[in-house]
T-cell receptor
Framework: EADIYQTPRYLVIGTGKKITLECSQT?????MYWYQQDPGMELHLIHY???????EKGDLSSESTVSRIRTEHFPLTLESARPSHTSQYLC?????????????FGPGTRLTVT | GDSVTQMEGPVTLSEEAFLTINCTYT??????LFWYVQYPGEGLQLLLK?????DKGSNKGFEATYRKETTSFHLEKGSVQVSDSAVYFC????????????FGAGTRLFVKA
């Protein structure tokens, strides 16, 4: 069973608020990812990290930012939430070495901005 | 560019019916191929994988074969159950550079009792 955690699971917040979505994994994986999942289920990569102090933007432009100060922790921050940020956010990690490329996903955070 | 195409859903089946969800890919090099499943209210979890041509991945009665000649990785199950109702994602990971993973758009499966 994967040991990757996301908090909160659900969040309803007003426009303009700053929020941080937490993601932690206990598997020691170097690679971590944030995906935005739209109502049609499709996944869009918004950020990824290949190790401590390494972060990159993904394929989908996002106003969010991420940090990777510790291997196990990869939080995502929205400085000023807007209704267009309403979505499901999924965090994942992978070992990525020795032929092991599968990703392990957290349960997701469902964000609603009113 | 690299891509994954899977059949559109939703797919609705009766219990004990045969399931096929088609998946084809375009990739440079030799990717690893995956099927992930997402149950309601949860994140994705790995269902099965294959890392080279002609490999067959299998798990929980599901199976898929890595077909390099047809660039396909179709998911099959001989007899579905109501508990198989979920969204299924086909994906590939390129084994070079940044190990980028590309997901298909997902196929929702409903199984009726």
């Amino acid at each position: 069973e994967a040991d990757i955690y996301q908090t909160p699971r659900y969040l309803v917040i007003g426009t303009g608020k700053k929020i941080t979505l937490e993601c932690s994994q206990t598997m020691g994986h170097d690679k971590m990812y944030w995906y935005q999942q739209d109502p049609g289920m499709e996944l869009h990569l918004i950020h990824y990290s290949y190790g401590v102090n390494s972060t990159e933007k993904g394929d989908l432009s996002s106003e969010s930012t991420v940090s990777r100060i510790r291997t196990e922790h990869f939080p995502l921050t929205l400085e000023s939430a807007r209704p267009s940020h309403t979505s499901q956010y999924l965090c994942a990690s992978s070992e990525g070495n020795r032929g092991s490329y599968e990703q392990y996903f957290g349960p997701g955070t469902r964000l609603t901005v009113t | 560019g690299d891509s994954v195409t899977q059949m559109e859903g939703p797919v609705t089946l009766s219990e004990e019916a045969f399931l096929t969800i088609n998946c084809t890919y375009t990739a440079t090099g030799y990717p690893s191929l995956f099927w992930y499943v997402q149950y309601p209210g949860e994140g994705l979890q790995l269902l099965l994988k294959a890392t080279k041509a002609d490999d067959k991945g299998s798990n929980k009665g599901f199976e898929a074969t890595y077909r390099k000649e047809t660039t396909s990785f179709h998911l099959e199950k001989g007899s579905v159950q109501v508990s198989d109702s979920a969204v299924y994602f086909c994906a590939l990971t390129l084994n070079t550079g940044g190990f980028k993973t590309i997901f298909g758009a997902g196929t929702r499966l409903f199984v009726k009792a």
